[in-house]
Structure formats: structure tokens, C-alpha cells
């Protein structure tokens, strides 16, 4: 656990570690909020400019992909929401959440020489255990994304006994896996300066190097999985991921299908 910062030295730094991130235009760095994605959302349909970054230190009211709660104390994560006017089709707008869970992955390797992976759809795993989730609420209209919020909860500092029981077999921290001192701020910068990168990737048509870097860091790539929490539940192999995001399934039978809502649970081979 780092040394508690009280809320304006917490703002400062903040502020201090983002000063020179490009995608970063606007900051809101606040004590707690119910949940960054819905005072996000609230500025981007008022008008906020992409590149407008909403940060707190607690949510009461974190939400998780498919109706889940996030849990979210303060001081023990990076809670935020960014949000973007993507200049891409309405058909690529299933990439933007990929784009984080790369940057998180390389940039852990980097920094901590930590090996996480990616999780489909938005997850981020390390040791088969989650450690950051996604959450993207678009509003698109027939061919654009008129705005994006991108949501993202890392867990930083949590010990074991810091999560509910129920989660405890399938979450984990970053300071779980590094005996270096995590530092939140250094993390969030690096972070939103590749995220920016890759986003810049991806509105200028490279959306297949998106989907390579993606596919290079999958956790369950030939792997047999379990979908679940869309329309259908099946288990079978994850072959492959399309060129719009969705997951490409084998059968037992060797029938493939794209899916595009749900989760996927990594069984044991
Ligand atoms: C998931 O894995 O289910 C997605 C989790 C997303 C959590 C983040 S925390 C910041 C932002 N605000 C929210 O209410 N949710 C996202």
C-alpha cells in the first residue's frame, strides 16, 4: 500500500504524471463518484471534448461488464474513464476496448517485467486472474462512433484479503506479481501514452495490426473455452479473433461461429 495522499496532493499528481500524455485534454480527478463511466457520459453528451479523462479514487457504484458490480475501495486501484471521438466506422468501434488491455499488457512488461495477457473480450489476466476490466458504452450513429467512454478498473495494490471471498480464486493485483514497488501515477501515464498510440493505429485503417498485437497477447489463443453471459452458451476453442472484434469459436464438431457479446471462461485442457 503506497502512503495515503490526502485529495489535493492526490489531484496534483495526477495532474503532474498526465501533464505531457497527448490523448490527454481535460482532467477530472475526483474523491468519489458512483461510477466514472456515468459522469463520463454526462460530459460527452454536454459536449466534452475527447481526450476528457474522468478519475476518481473511489466508486460507490463501479459497474462491470453484463450488469456486474466492480468493486472499487479507494487507493487500492485506478479507476477511470476516457472519453474519445474515434475518427473510425461504426463496424470497428468493437476494437476500441482492446486498445487498453494491450497498452495495460505492454506496458506492465515494460515497466515490471510482468507477463499478463489478454482476456476476450476486455480483460487482462496474469496467472489466470484478473487484474484489469474494460467497459465501453459508444453511441454510434449508422457509420460513426459520435462518442466513445471507455471505462477501466486495474487493480493495483489489493492483497488477497482485500477482495470479497467470492472473488478471491479469480482476482489478483499488479503488486501481487512484482516485488518492485508498483507506482499508480508512472503506470497510468505509460499507459495512456501507448493507448494513444494504438489509437492513432487504429483511426489511421491498421486495424490488422490492432487485432495481431491483440492475438500476440491472448491468454486462451487454441485454447478450449466456455462462452457465456450473451445469447448462447457453449464450450469450445477460441481460433481465432475477426477483423470487428468478435470471438471466433470451434465446435466439437468443427463448426466455427463469431460471437460477439459475452465472456469467455478459460477451462482446464
Ligand atoms: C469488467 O471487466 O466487467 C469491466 C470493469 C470496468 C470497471 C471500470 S472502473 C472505471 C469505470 N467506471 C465504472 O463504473 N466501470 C469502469
Redesign the pocket.
Known sequence: MPELLNLKQWQNQVRIALAHVPIITRIHALEAV?????Y?RKLAQNGAPAGTLVI?RE?S??????D?I?E?PANL?????LVLHPKISAQHSGLLGFLPAIALVEVLHQIYQITAGTKWP??VWINRK?I????CESQVNARQVVFAVI????NIYQKLEDFPEFLRPRATSIQQSTPLRVDAFELLKQLLTLWGDLLWTLESGLTAMIIEHWKKHCVHMQQPIWITGGPEQFRGKFVDLSPDGAAIIENDHGERKRIFVG?SILLEE
Open positions: 458512483n461510477s466514472t463511466n456515468d463520463a476518481a466508486q457504484a463501479g459497474r462491470g461488464r453484463l456486474r466492480w472499487s486501484g485506478l479507476w477511470f474513464s476486455n480483460d484478473k484489469a476490466g474494460i467497459l471505462g477501466m478498473g486495474i465472456e
